[in-house]
C-alpha cells in the first residue's frame, strides 16, 4: 500500500497553467506506475496520464495531448502534472493514483489520493 496526497490545484483562467504534485509516502514509489485521473460533476472517472516506474515512457488522453505533462521525480516521491492552455472542460477533481501497470483503466490502480480541485474560468 502506498499513501497518496495531491496539491496544486486551484482556480485559473482559460489559458492559463497550473502543476499538481501528488507525494507518495513509504519507499516503494519508484516501483510504481503512476496515473493521473479526473472526474467532473455527474460524469465518470476519466484517464488523463500514466507514466511508468522510471518515467521513460508516458501516455496521455487524446483531450490532453500536446497540453499536459506528467512527470515524476523517484528521488521525491512525486509525480507532477503540468497542465497547460487550459480550457473551461478541463474543470474537475483530479486524483492520482499508483498501480503496478501502465493501463488506463481506473480498475487497474489500488491506491488512491483523496483529490484536488481545479477550476477553469471562461
Known amino acids: 500500500q502506498v499513501q497518496l496526497v495531491e496539491s496544486g490545484g486551484g482556480l485559473v483562467q482559460a489559458g492559463g497553467s497550473l502543476r499538481l504534485s501528488c507525494v507518495a509516502s513509504?519507499?516503494?514509489?519508484?516501483?510504481?506506475?503512476m496515473g493521473w485521473f479526473r472526474q467532473a460533476p455527474g460524469k465518470e472517472r476519466e484517464f488523463v496520464a500514466v507514466?511508468?516506474?522510471?518515467?521513460?515512457?508516458?501516455d496521455y488522453a487524446n483531450s490532453v495531448k500536446g497540453r499536459f505533462t506528467i512527470s515524476r521525480d523517484n528521488a521525491k516521491n512525486t509525480v507532477y502534472l503540468q497542465m497547460n492552455s487550459l480550457k473551461p472542460e478541463d474543470t474537475a477533481v483530479y486524483y492520482c493514483?499508483?498501480?503496478?501497470?501502465?493501463?488506463?483503466?481506473?480498475?487497474?490502480?489500488?491506491?488512491w489520493g483523496q483529490g484536488t480541485q481545479v477550476t477553469v474560468s471562461s
Open positions: 493514483a499508483a498501480g503496478g501497470l501502465a493501463t488506463t483503466s481506473r480498475f487497474s490502480y489500488d491506491n
Open positions: 513509504g519507499r516503494t514509489f519508484s516501483s510504481y506506475v
Open positions: 507514466i511508468n516506474w522510471s518515467g521513460g515512457s508516458t
